[in-house]
């Protein structure tokens, strides 16, 4: 079963930084847009962030654009997403997903090419 593997969540005091992974099981990152998904308790899933596959082109939720950062590793085939000055309101459960591409641009729309995936969770508290 293809499926990206997100790993790195744990608690945290806010104010504080997280690096999260995702990792892909039985295919290569290379060609495809990734995005970063949560859902909080209660709460629909929520779409974070994504990077494209062609130029690193990224986009960023305005819930956390300027504090979340992604990256891509194809040698590694890995995608990170670097949190930072975390707040409370930041706690959810993360998920990894490979997302459409519109005219060359990523968009926070999962495809049915892997499945949806544990998820990480990231706790925000003191």
């Known amino acids: 079963q293809l499926q990206l593997v997100a790993s790195g969540g744990d608690l945290v005091q806010p104010g504080g930084s997280l690096r999260l992974s995702c990792v892909a099981s039985g295919f290569a990152l290379d060609d495809y847009a990734i995005g970063w998904f949560r859902q909080a308790p209660g709460k629909e899933r929520e779409g974070v962030s994504c990077?494209?596959?062609?130029?690193?082109?990224?986009y960023y939720s305005d819930s956390v654009k300027g504090r979340f950062t992604i990256s891509r590793d194809n040698a590694k085939n890995t995608v990170y997403l670097q949190l930072s000055t975390l707040k409370p309101d930041d706690t959810a459960v993360y998920y990894c997903k490979t997302v459409a591409v519109v005219h060359g641009v990523c968009v926070m729309i999962g495809t049915d090419f892997d499945s949806w995936g544990q998820g990480t969770q990231v706790t925000v508290s003191s």
């Open positions: 990077i494209s596959s062609s130029d690193g082109s990224t």
